[in-house]
């Protein structure tokens, strides 16, 4: 953190959220600690934004980190504007994304269960079907409902996945229980 500080200055390190909210000229933190794992998301194949995850050692409050002062965004939005998908699940975070693929499925991540989409990203849905695959929780079916209507709003018609009967509790634990297709 001390080289890009010395080459790109305090305000603009600090700008491009890499800090946490209590650094200072003087003292300053990185807003990833070492060890996390860096998930990027790419918009038009560029780098827009960084979630981190620890996975090392306790975590004071969330396990996920996100730039400070930032827009958080969709993550892996570009499936949106693939004109060869056709079909796009909506999960909750990139992890599940991630397994989402590798179940086959294209899929977009919602940073968090209440994030909510723009305008232009639910009118890229148009004409696709979309399912959603949001953690099967209180919290996710509740956002399901609310998320159907918003979508609908716009002339998508979205569908709720049922949870699975082995009791995961999201598509990445669909995956781990040896899965292969969702």
Request: charged content about 25%; proline content about 2%; hydrophobic content about 45%.
């Amino acid at each position: 953190m001390i080289r890009l500080v010395d080459q790109f200055g305090f305000a603009r390190v600090e700008a491009s959220g890499l800090l946490t909210k209590t650094s200072t000229r003087d003292r300053y933190w990185p807003i990833f600690p070492a060890g996390a794992l860096l998930f990027p998301y790419l918009e038009g194949g560029r780098v827009a934004y960084l979630q981190a995850r620890i996975i090392m050692g306790e975590a004071k409050g969330s396990r996920w980190r996100n730039l400070n002062h930032r827009k958080r965004r969709l993550f892996n939005t570009d499936v949106l504007v693939a004109s060869s998908t056709n079909h796009v699940a909506i999960c909750e975070g990139a992890i599940d994304v991630l397994s989402a693929a590798e179940l086959g499925r294209d899929a977009i991540g919602l940073i968090g269960v209440s994030a909510r989409l723009t305008d232009a990203e639910m009118i890229a849905l148009r004409g696709k079907q979309v399912d959603l695959l949001l953690d099967w929780d209180e919290a996710g079916d509740k956002r399901a409902v609310t998320l159907r209507k918003e979508l609908s709003r716009f002339g998508v018609a979205a569908t709720r996945k049922t949870a699975p009967k082995s009791g995961a509790k999201d598509v990445n634990d669909y995956l781990r229980e040896g899965n292969a297709s969702i």
